[in-house]
Structure formats: structure tokens, C-alpha cells
């Protein structure tokens, strides 16, 4: 079983940045792919970013490509999603999703690909 705790959600104005962390402990060890979530209110859970433990591979959603960035540092088992040039738009509960088993990474932005998830951190971008 792994647990996935996210933190680093809050308040910020339009413009400002964030850093989300997703810390991964409890067995397996390791996820081979990890990714973002967000659900704004009224509004379906949408993909954001997601990496691939092996390899690296990064991929990020259109409406967040070039603000928002994902990271791992696997040595803390942890995976970050640095936020920057914040809209109103990326209000929402951040969730953090991680697949336990080798998949296809033609799937990564289907949450139901991902076996593990977070209880969510909450995004609020202000003018």
C-alpha cells in the first residue's frame, strides 16, 4: 500500500507562484508513474502533469504547459509540481496520483490508469 500526502497548496494572487510536494511512503517503494490532478468546483478532475520513473519523461497539460513544471527527487520519494504565472483558472484541489505497475505511457493522463491517490491540497488563485 502507498500513501501520498500532498502539501504546499494556499492562497495567491494572480501571477504569483506555488510549489506543491507529493511524498510517497508505504510499499511499493517506488511508482512508475506519478502525476497531477486538479478538480475545480463544479468541474470534472482534469490531468495536469505526470512523470515516468524511469526515464524522466515529463508530460504536462496544454492549458498549464510552460507555468507549471513536475519534478521527482527520488531520493525523498518525493514529487514536486513548481507553479508559476498563476491564473485565476488553476483554482482547484490539487490531487497527487501514483501508478504502482509498468503501464503505457500513451495512458499517463487518464486517472484511471493510477492505482494510488493523495487527499488533495487546495489551489486558490485571487486578483
Known amino acids: 500500500q502507498v500513501q501520498l500526502v500532498e502539501s504546499g497548496g494556499g492562497l495567491v494572487q494572480t501571477g504569483g507562484s506555488l510549489r506543491l510536494s507529493c511524498a510517497a511512503s508505504?510499499?511499493?517503494?517506488?511508482?512508475?508513474?506519478t502525476a497531477w490532478f486538479r478538480q475545480a468546483a463544479g468541474r470534472e478532475r482534469e490531468f495536469v502533469a505526470a512523470?515516468?520513473?524511469?526515464?524522466?519523461?515529463?508530460y504536462h497539460a496544454d492549458s498549464v504547459k510552460g507555468r507549471f513544471t513536475i519534478s521527482r527527487d527520488n531520493a525523498k520519494n518525493t514529487v514536486y509540481l513548481q507553479m508559476n504565472s498563476l491564473k485565476l483558472e488553476d483554482t482547484a484541489v490539487y490531487y497527487c496520483?501514483?501508478?504502482?505497475?509498468?503501464?503505457?505511457?500513451?495512458?499517463?493522463?487518464?486517472?484511471?490508469?493510477?492505482?494510488?491517490w493523495g487527499q488533495g491540497t487546495q489551489v486558490t488563485v485571487s486578483s
Open positions: 508505504g510499499r511499493p517503494s517506488r511508482s512508475y508513474f
Open positions: 512523470i515516468v520513473l524511469i526515464g524522466g519523461n515529463t
Open positions: 496520483a501514483a501508478r504502482a505497475n509498468i503501464g503505457s505511457e500513451s495512458l499517463i493522463r487518464f486517472g484511471g490508469e493510477y492505482d494510488y
